[in-house]
């Protein structure tokens, strides 16, 4: 899956999922240093998680994320 929304982000250039690996492109929302990279990212932001939904902030289901 982050293989294919990286692509979508990227229009369709494989160069940047090439380039940059996975863990930094659509780091692990439940580590700390994939919470501090992600919020680094630029925006749109790809996040991995297999996080149960009822662990998830309050504030992700009035967001503008896609899922």
Do not use: Q, Y
Request: hydrophobic share 35%; charged share 25%; aromatic share 8%.
């Amino acid at each position: 899956m982050l293989e294919i929304l990286s692509l979508i982000r990227s229009d369709g250039d494989p160069r940047w999922c090439r380039s940059v690996p996975n863990w930094d492109r659509g780091p692990w929302l439940e580590t700390g240093l994939g919470l501090r990279r992600a919020r680094g990212n630029p925006r749109p932001r790809l996040i991995s998680s297999h996080l149960p939904v009822h662990l998830f902030p309050r504030a992700f289901f009035t967001s503008k994320a896609k899922v």
